[in-house]
């Protein structure tokens, strides 16, 4: 990555980092409900793949934990916030929530709850862009423990014998709720488990946005040139709860420090100063900036946004019936 | 009697049957070091250890049909589905499987698996964490499905569940883990099939069950106090089977109809105690019967929406006032 380019992905990462802060303060003062789980310390793993991707350009779909991966294919950090705060502006029109944010004009195909659920949605992303021609590919985040759904390897079968254009990614934060790895899994490594239907598979350190985004670039040009899928792991670690009723009984506060030690956020600003490129006062400059404008634009918005009226609880259920009439009546032409 | 938690009760009724039989098991996510979601299996872990107490990975299909398998063998599994909008990747094990397998070997299989799963709508889990799925459960033969709607019911209708050799799917709810009630101090069985009368009335019948009873109690009050009607309150907490004498007794004494169920309608606990009416006793009917259910709707995060999406007591009332031509 070039200089220019680390600097802006730290001021996105930065953003990232304080937006899902955000969330959890605006979770206690109950302006957001449901359940909410945020993104801390796995920024690089989104960020290194994104950057060495096309965001906007290529699809992208994930799980539940996806405020940051929206906003990294585009979506407006205003309109993730409005969906969390349930108002029309929001980007699933309030309807969807913190799980369920969309934002098709970015291409980013939305947070899916059912652990695993997203597999072959991607792939069958994947078959619609191998049938058009496009150059796009279909980037499928998720974390380690949907790997043991049934669909993963259904999944990843079919994507291997049909040479899907759609990479893998495996953000692998150790845990699934409160289930070690260790504990439901009987391989640690993930990127092993693909082998079985030939396709190439990858494993780097997530917290280092320099080596995602070298993984990542490889992974990306191999599923471009049109090569079949590809799995990408990342060791990664989640600072908080699951989500927000979670007390992080089942792993310990030693080892959680241990992960901080190697923040993906501090890292790359330490190495953006020691290379002369930004100096602390920058970067908590930019930190202030950050706050200033998720507090300005992003909650004021959120703040003052429309919620859905009550006579549009049905809007959505089904296609404008308007639209539809020639198939609803049989009376097409 | 103990005044305790209906996720205690649940909790209670593992342990004495893990204490009493080696091959009671129990299985599901995060259930065991954690203690499971809801605490219903709370110490189990500690006390039966990991070959009883199985967390298991995130395989509803796997895991569901394992302890299927492992019931054919006479194990006796009580499998933990986290929320019940999972269970539609067990559905395939529980109803092929499970349902079947008695029918199939004719009778030389058994299947005495006890699936458990927390239903309902909570608040803002938005539309895939928050459906209400009793009516996919209660038409498919071979399988019993139950209810509880307190404490007394959620331990005594696990503890029939585990002894009985049928599988049985439990449907609880979210909401109402933490609700508290009486539940007997001795061992307690309480039948799997049948209805509860949760309060005696003369004038109109309420059907509700597990969270919908607590509307209609609620109604019901209301109902006595404001407008001197008197509902009857019957506890639908079997739901496959439905309770056909229950419901025509009832009927047989009020001639009104109200069903109260937090699913959407269609294909619903309502149309199936309607059809239920009609073939036992429609000629004592004075009215015809009200259902009070959700909107056909994936459930909305929207607060505002939520609320609208889902009935509540106030509905029970209306229906009710609507019943009596005071609407
Ligand atoms: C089918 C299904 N089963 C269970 C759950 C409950 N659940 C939500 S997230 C989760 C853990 C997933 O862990 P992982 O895939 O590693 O992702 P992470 O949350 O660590 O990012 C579980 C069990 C669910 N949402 N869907
Ligand atoms: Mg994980």
Known sequence: MKIEDKKRVLREMVLHRRFEERCYQAYIERKIGGFLHLYPGQEACCNGVMEAARPGHDYVITGYRDHVHAIKCGADPKEVMAELYGKETGSSKGRGGSMHIFDAAHRFMGGYALVGGPFPLAAGIAKAIQLKGGDEIAICFLGDAANNQGVFHETMNMAALWKLPVLFVCENNLYGIGTSIERSTAVVHQHKRVAAYNIPADECDGQDIDIVYEHARKAVEHVRAGNGPFFLELMTYRYRGHSMSDARGYRSREEEETWKQRDPILMLRDRLITAGAMTMADYEALEKETDAYIENDVIKFSEESPEPRVEDLEKYVFADRETQLPWLTGKAA | ?327
């Open chain 2, 1 to 327: 009697m103990a005044n305790i938690m209906y996720w205690e009760a649940i909790q209670r009724a593992h342990d004495e049957e893990m204490a009493r039989d080696p091959l009671v098991i129990c299985m599901g996510e995060d259930i065991g070091v954690a203690g499971g979601t809801y605490k219903a299996t709370k110490g189990l872990y500690e006390k039966y250890g990991p070959l009883r107490v199985m967390d298991t990975p995130i395989s509803e299909g796997g895991f569901t049909g394992l302890a299927i398998g492992a019931s054919f063998l006479g194990v006796r599994p009580i499998v933990e589905i986290m929320s019940v909008n999972f269970a539609w990747l067990a559905m395939d094990q529980m109803f092929n499987s499970a349902a079947k397998v008695r029918y199939m070997s004719g009778g030389q299989l058994t299947a005495p698996c006890v699936f458990r799963s927390a239903g309902g709508a909570a608040h803002q889990l938005g539309a895939q964490h928050s459906a209400r799925m009793e009516k996919v459960f209660m038409g498919i033969a071979g399988l019993r499905v139950v209810t509880p709607s307190n404490p007394k019911q959620a331990y005594g209708l696990l503890k029939s569940a585990i002894r009985s050799d049928d599988p049985v799917f439990i449907n609880e709810h979210e909401l109402m883990y933490n609700m508290k009630g009486e539940v007997p101090d001795g061992e307690y069985f309480h039948p799997l099939e049948g209805s509860d009368i949760a309060r005696a009335g003369t004038d109109v019948t309420l059907f509700g069950y597990n969270i919908s009873v607590h509307w209609c109690l609620k109604a019901a009050e209301i109902l006595d106090k404001q407008y001197g009607i008197s509902a009857e309150v019957v506890d639908l907490y079997s739901l496959s089977p439905l309770d056909r004498e229950g419901i025509r007794k009832s009927v047989s004494k009020t001639h009104r109809v109200v069903i109260a169920e937090e699913d959407e309608a269609p294909v619903g606990v309502g149309s199936e105690v309607i059809a239920i009416i009609n073939e036992e006793c429609f000629f004592e009917l004075d009215a015809a019967p009200v259902r009070v259910h959700s909107a056909l709707v994936p459930q909305p995060y929207n607060h505002t929406l939520e609320k609208a999406a889902i009935p509540d007591h106030e509905d029970v009332v209306k229906a009710v006032l609507k019943l009596f031509g005071r609407g």
